[in-house]
């Protein structure tokens, strides 16, 4: 059984950084697509980032230029740099995986418990 479990959430001014990471256990996922998602009160889980094993990625565009997406193959972890933090981006934040490339929530297969990120104004 695969268990990702997210930490590095917190609290922060607007403008300020935050650093997530996802760490993964129960099989190798060096060859899994690897994502983050948010999801605010009240808002459906959207996209944020998600990476290939080899490193390509893809942003959000509300993201793009600000937060920075990595992994680790070795030690099977998933990292989101997040800077310029702005209102907006508040919400809790999950780790996903999954065998194809997809920006679609319901189409991973794997899911951390979620971090909840706060930025105040």
Same mark, same amino acid.
Request: charged residues 20%; proline residues 2%; aromatic residues 12%.
């Given at each position: 059984q %695969?268990?990702l479990v997210?930490s +590095?959430? +917190?609290s922060v001014?607007?403008?300020?950084s935050l650093s997530?990471?996802?760490?993964?256990?129960?099989?190798? $996922?060096r060859?899994?697509w690897l994502?983050?998602?948010?999801?605010?009160?009240?808002?459906?889980?959207e996209? %944020?980032?998600? #990476?290939?094993?080899s490193?390509g /990625? #893809?942003? &959000?565009d @509300?993201v793009?230029?600000?937060?920075? #997406? @990595?992994?680790?193959? &070795?030690? /099977?972890?998933?990292?989101l740099q997040m /800077?310029s $933090?702005?209102?907006?981006?508040?919400?809790v934040?999950?780790?996903? &995986?999954d065998q194809?490339?997809?920006?679609?929530a319901?189409?991973?297969?794997?899911?951390g418990?979620?971090?909840q990120v706060?930025? @105040?104004?």
């Amino acid at each position: 059984q %695969v268990q990702l479990v997210e930490s +590095g959430g +917190g609290s922060v001014k607007a403008g300020g950084s935050l650093s997530l990471s996802c760490a993964a256990s129960g099989r190798d $996922l060096r060859t899994y697509w690897l994502g983050w998602f948010r999801q605010a009160p009240g808002k459906e889980r959207e996209f %944020v980032a998600v #990476i290939g094993w080899s490193g390509g /990625n #893809i942003y &959000a565009d @509300s993201v793009k230029d600000r937060f920075t #997406i @990595s992994r680790d193959n &070795a030690k /099977n972890t998933v990292y989101l740099q997040m /800077n310029s $933090l702005e209102p907006e981006d508040m919400g809790v934040y999950y780790c996903a &995986a999954d065998q194809s490339f997809s920006r679609v929530a319901t189409s991973y297969d794997y899911w951390g418990q979620g971090t909840q990120v706060t930025v @105040s104004s």
